[in-house]
Every structure is written in C-alpha cells, then in structure tokens.
C-alpha cells in the first residue's frame, strides 16, 4: 500500500556500492506522526538536483513498505521527493529538537534497545543519549573488494568513484547501566569531513583523523549535548549480538535549564 508522508531527514549514510543499485545511501527520518522511517534505496547522486536532499530537510514523498524487510521502518520511494522546507538551528536548535528528541523514544540502555531489537518489536532505528562518551578511535580498513570495485566501475562513465574511507570511525561510550560499548559511525558527514582534512592535509592521514576526532570527540562528546542515532543492517539484524552502528549525531548546544519548545511540522 502506498502513503504519501511527510519526513525530517536526520540521516544520510556513506554512499556503499550495491548489485542492483549501483551506489546508495541509506536514508532515515521520523514522520509527522513520530515514527522512524527508513528509506531505501536511494541511488542519491542520480536524484535530479531539485529532488536532493540535506540532513534536516522536511521532504514529502510516496513511499510503499518494503516486504522483503522484516524490519518495521523500511520503505522505500516510489517516485520524486518534494522538498518542503530546512528546518534550522535558531534558537540553540529549538524546532530540530522538537521534531526529534520530542517525537521518538530516547534509550538510555544498550541491553533495553537491543531487546527491543528481537521479536516482535524489530526496532531498527533508534536515539541514543549516552551517559558518558569515553573515546573516539580510528581503525584501519581495507579498499573496495575486488565485487564492489567491479560494481562500482558499471557506473564510472557518468559519476566519480566514491571513494572508501581508509579508515573506520567509532564511539566509545557507557550506558545508564554503566555498560561500555563500542560503535562505528556510518555517518555521511563524517566521511566528507575526514575527505575534507586529507585535502588540506595533502594525505596526511594522522592529522586528517585527529581533525576529525577534534570535532567529533573534543567539541561533540564534550561540548554539546551529544545524541546518537542508531540504525542495524538487515544482514546482521538478527545476528550479531549488538546489530547497531551510529548513522548519526544530534548535537544541539548545551544550555542550563533547557526548556523545549512544543513545534510542528
């Protein structure tokens, strides 16, 4: 069944090269209605430029439920999306925090979301507020494998070759609970940002990784009220013992006696 929705986009995932798709990019929202929404696939470099879309975007699109996905939250377009409008930053992030931290549940516990991940809720797509972020680290990856650079190839003709982090990006944090874990971040952003310093650094890869954890660990972790967006993988949904991975941070600005400010789409 198809459904017109409204969606404030709060993700945008690292391009990944795909069989059927080419390259895409893993898309989440939440509705009008306050629910999480994934969309895919999005082949976003192929969108016409008035289609595309930013982060905190309101869009409004027709989407159908993917039924090869067990996961709730997984749609997929079906046609053009409509940007309706940018939703900003004024006012320490007042509308943006409405239409987030006001709309979905927020899990303080690892072990809660993960149960929550199984039968039958099947949640896939969560905020997470940590208790206490402990480290930002970097790990060494390898290139594209010799299926993904092929796949990546059918399409050099008409878009540049993404290019594969050379290195994976995690979080380090405790729970309510005190339990520690250890996430990689997916997010987009971070990716263009670590692209952005192996530019001004001319392939200096230690100090494009220590910019990046400049931002993301010194200002993010310790001086803004940090949120993690939470997404699983459906290959690894039922599978690895903790499915999810950070496609993305919510960092407004911290303010003493923080007041929200009821807002609407």
Request: proline fraction near 4%; hydrophobic fraction near 35%.
């Amino acid at each position: 069944m198809k459904e017109k929705k409204k969606i404030l986009i709060t993700v945008k995932t690292y391009p990944v090269p795909s069989k059927k798709y080419d390259e895409v990019v893993c898309t989440a929202g939440i509705t009008e209605d306050g629910k999480w929404i994934r969309l895919y696939p999005i082949e976003f470099r192929k969108l016409l430029y008035c289609n595309r879309y930013k982060k905190y975007d309101l869009i409004e699109v027709m989407t159908e439920k993917r039924t090869e996905d067990f996961r709730k939250e997984s749609f997929k377009p079906v046609g053009h999306c409509k940007v309706i409008r940018h939703i900003d930053t004024k006012n320490n992030w007042a509308e943006r925090k409405d239409l987030t931290l006001n709309k979905v549940k927020i899990y303080t516990s690892i072990e809660k979301l993960i149960k929550d991940s199984k039968k039958p809720n099947f949640i896939s797509l969560a905020v997470f507020k940590p208790t206490e972020v402990l480290n930002f680290i970097y790990e060494k990856q390898p290139h594209w494998n010799k299926e993904e650079s092929k796949q990546l190839d059918m399409f050099l003709n008409d878009f540049e070759r993404v290019e594969k982090l050379p290195f994976k990006f995690k979080y380090v944090f405790k729970d309510e609970t005190n339990k520690t874990s250890k996430l990689t971040i997916t997010d987009r952003e971070i990716g263009a940002l670590f692209l952005k310093y192996i530019l001004k650094y001319k392939k200096d890869y230690a100090s494009a990784c220590e910019k990046v954890k400049e931002k993301y660990f010194y200002d993010f972790a310790y001086n803004k009220d940090l949120y993690f967006f939470l997404g699983t993988a459906k290959k690894w949904h039922n599978i690895s013992k903790n499915p999810f991975s950070i496609i993305g941070t919510f960092q407004p600005p911290k303010i003493a006696d923080d007041k929200q400010i009821l807002l609407s789409f």
